[in-house]
């Protein structure tokens, strides 16, 4: 069984709308939150590549330094100024995701102001970027058992990974408001990014971290994990998947979580 962390995060959350989302495969839409936050990450993802390509101009351009015209100037796509980002953002922008121009149009106007908090966030030091979207498929172990879970693939793929002098740290970009210290600290998602760089590079993310993006500024939420804490994760991986297996697919209304379902018309124990 291949699973992913919205998967996961889903069950959770509530095991009927999974059923309703992941088993019956009932059409939700795309919230306009959904394709503002799908379109912050797809102009991130082109800054990342950017940087890299950057890095390994100047790394040619450096083993080539006597040669006066080895290379060409890099051109104005590559040049990472807050005005190429913001170009990225209007390629990005879904305009065709909002009901009338005016919510377009100050769309728009938030990702621009958001580009540039993100832009002076990221002049504040240099950055070494490995991997952008970077996607990963692993096979899991039930520790509690020590044998393979051949069934369990969990799935994903990172942000952003940058090299730093202590090591590599884990980035997720999030548009939604920060979260307590105490919730990243015990957050499912960023443990699981944990497992899947310890396994595709041999070692654990000195950081991890929640970068939102917020009108408000651009706010860093750090955590770490450990090996133990790894390990509990996947505690927590198996525990879903059994039930999953079982098929305990048993609602779990409330308010909160209710008001953002998108089954709540369809579901019989809605609590809005």
Known sequence: MSLSFSQLSCYKRCPCQYEYCYIKKIPKGVSEAEAFGSAIHNTLKKWGESEIENGKLKIENSEKQLEMFAKEIPSESRQLTAQSLIALWHQSCPTNAYAT???????????????????????????????????????????????????IILTGRFDRIARTPEGLHVIDFKTSLPRTQD???????????????????????TALSFLHLTEDGIVEMHTHRSEGQVRDSIKQITAFHGRMENKDFHPTPSLMVCKRCPYRGICDVAAV
């Not at 990221?122 to 498929?137: M, N």
């Not at 990014?193 to 041999?202: C, E, I, K, R, T």
């Open 101 to 151: 121009r005016f919510e377009a149009d100050a769309a728009r106007m938030r990702g621009e102001q958001l580009m540039e908090l993100f832009y002076t966030w990221w002049s504040e030091r240099p950055r070494e970027v490995v991997a952008v979207e970077k996607g990963f498929s692993i096979a899991i172990n039930d520790s509690s058992q020590n044998q393979p879970l051949q069934k």
């Open 183 to 205: 919730d990243v600290d015990a957050d499912l998602q960023l443990s699981i990014y944990a497992l899947a760089l310890q396994q595709d590079f041999g070692e654990l993310p």
